[in-house]
Nanobody
Framework: QVQLVESGGGLVQAGGSLRLSCAAS????????MGWFRQAPGSEREFVAA????????DYADSVKGRFTIARDNAKNTVYLQMNSLKPEDTAVYYC???????????????????WGQGTQVTVSS
């Protein structure tokens, strides 16, 4: 069982930055693919970014490429999402998710992830 706890959300003006953190329990963290998803009111939960267990493979949704960076610290069982140049359309609840997988794999579909955090609200004002 993996438990995930997100933190770092808040209210920021357009153009600002936030860093989200996701702390994971368990001794298998380095074997988990980690992902960030977001869900705005009335919308489906959508992929934002993912990172492989080794940290060597990452990918992003087109809407955040060049602005967001995903990283992980396996010694601290933590994954991060650095969000720069935030836009009002980035406003959503952000969720951290974990999935078992081969060391250098990443997943894009929410259905691949078995474990989810409770979410953290990010609000970007214009």
């Amino acid at each position: 069982q993996v438990q995930l706890v997100e933190s770092g959300g808040g209210l920021v003006q357009a153009g600002g930055s936030l860093r989200l953190s996701c702390a994971a329990s368990g001794r298998t963290f380095s074997r988990n693919v980690m992902g960030w998803f977001r869900q705005a009111p009335g919308s489906e939960r959508e992929f934002v970014a993912a990172i492989s267990g080794s940290g060597g493979v990452t990918d992003y949704a087109d809407s955040v490429k060049g602005r967001f960076t995903i990283a992980r610290d396996n010694a601290k069982n933590t994954v991060y999402l650095q969000m720069n140049s935030l836009k009002p359309e980035d406003t959503a609840v952000y969720y951290c998710a974990a999935a078992a997988g081969p060391r250098d794999s990443i997943y894009y579909s929410k259905y691949e992830y078995a474990y989810w955090g409770q979410g953290t609200q990010v609000t970007v004002s214009s």
